[in-house]
């Protein structure tokens, strides 16, 4: 059973402070996505990165996929009150590839204090 | 609309009753994905269809959930005899194909309260 570790689950800080998730996992992926929720609402889409090392950058996001494809980081400088909500990563495996079908972690909640 | 579209976004229900869950995914999406919330949690997958292919029905926890899809257009997602740990918000998402880096849209939920 493939899993995907995220740390840390909870996570309170003031605004201006970074903070870095995390994703780990024992199994390679083809690709992870990270998602932001925020209450009532579905997931929306953040990023996708497919190539172990990739580095992208989201204005002050910046995610980073291993490069043995098991794991990946979020990492938010100068967090805004607007930044708080749910981190999801999810991954889709060489099997389901296909498919589509993603394997999310639990999530970190993100609270920005301003 | 635009998005996914959900109904009930809420639904309460007596435990032993049977439940039903709708989606309305984006127009010209062929890919429909259903996932199950506990609450502040990660999704869980339940069910994936593409086109005329028989679905992935490899989520799905127990034989008292069941899902179609007619049309290739709209699903409904059935819950027999509902449990209280069914409790969950219910997730539909839809992308234009399948494959592993395709965008799913996701949308609202339903909040299902078994009491």
């Known amino acids: 059973t493939q899993l995907l570790e995220q740390s840390p689950q909870f996570l309170s800080i003031q605004e201006g402070e970074n903070l870095t998730v995390y994703c780990n996992s024992s199994?390679?992926?083809?690709?992870l996505q990270w998602y932001r929720q925020e209450p009532g609402e579905g997931p929306v889409l953040l990023v996708t990165v497919v190539t172990g090392g990739e580095v992208k950058k989201l204005k002050r996001l910046t995610f980073q996929f291993g490069d043995a494809r098991k794991d990946s980081s979020l990492h938010i400088t100068a967090a805004q009150p607007g930044d708080t909500g749910l981190y999801l990563c999810a991954g889709s495996s060489r099997g389901s590839s296909n498919t589509g079908k993603l394997i999310f972690g639990q999530g970190t909640t993100l609270q920005v204090k301003p | 609309g635009a998005g996914v579209s959900q109904s009930p976004s809420n639904k309460v229900t007596e435990k032993g009753k049977d439940v039903e869950l709708r989606c309305d995914p984006i127009?010209?999406?062929?890919?429909l994905y259903w996932y199950r919330q506990s609450l502040g949690q990660g999704l869980e997958f339940l069910i994936y269809f593409q086109g005329n292919s028989a679905p992935d029905k490899s989520g799905l926890p127990s034989d008292r959930f069941s899902a179609e899809r007619t049309g290739g257009s709209v699903s409904t997602l059935t819950i027999q005899r509902t449990q209280q740990e069914d409790s969950a918000v219910y997730l539909c998402?839809?992308?234009?194909?399948?494959?592993?880096?395709?965008?799913?849209?996701f949308g609202a939920g339903t909040r299902l309260s078994v009491l």
């Open positions: 199994s390679v992926f083809s690709s």
């Open positions: 127009s010209g999406h062929t890919a």
């Open positions: 998402a839809s992308s234009l194909e399948a494959g592993g880096a395709r965008i799913q849209y």
